[in-house]
Nanobody
Framework: QVQLVESGGGLVQPGGSLRLSCVAS????????MGWHRQAPGKQRELVAL???????HYADSVKGRFTISRDNAKNTVVLQMNSLKPEDTAVYYC??????????????WGQGTQVTVSS
């Protein structure tokens, strides 16, 4: 029984910033990676950024130089700092974790999603 809870979404003007947080809780044995995906209306869900347990990061080309992903292993938390936001960043953002729960096999878990709207 693992849950991912996102926070920090909202409405922001173009060029502004937003900080998304995700906390994993429950009977967690080990977290291998955490990241963020997003889905805009009429589009497929896409990877935005991820960070592994070893600290390796990956970003979608569209957000490189603007977004930064970080983690706090002690708190099972991942943060996505989004700067220089553009209208095309508007989407529902989903937290994702590759983890093993106690007594269950390793698999992906997903948060409920948080809306990010970039508009003037």
């Amino acid at each position: 029984q693992v849950q991912l809870v996102e926070s920090g979404g909202g409405l922001v003007q173009p060029g502004g910033s937003l900080r998304l947080s995700c906390v994993a809780s429950g009977r967690i044995f080990s977290i291998y990676a955490m990241g963020w995906h997003r889905q805009a209306p009429g589009k497929q869900r896409e990877l935005v950024a991820l960070i592994t347990s070893g600290g390796t990061t990956h970003y979608a080309d569209s957000v490189k130089g603007r977004f930064t992903i970080s983690r706090d292993n002690a708190k099972n938390t991942v943060v996505l700092q989004m700067n220089s936001l553009k209208p095309e960043d508007t989407a529902v953002y989903y937290c994702n974790a590759d983890l093993k729960g106690i007594g269950v096999p390793r698999r992906d878990y997903w948060g409920q999603g948080t809306q990010v709207t970039v508009s003037s």
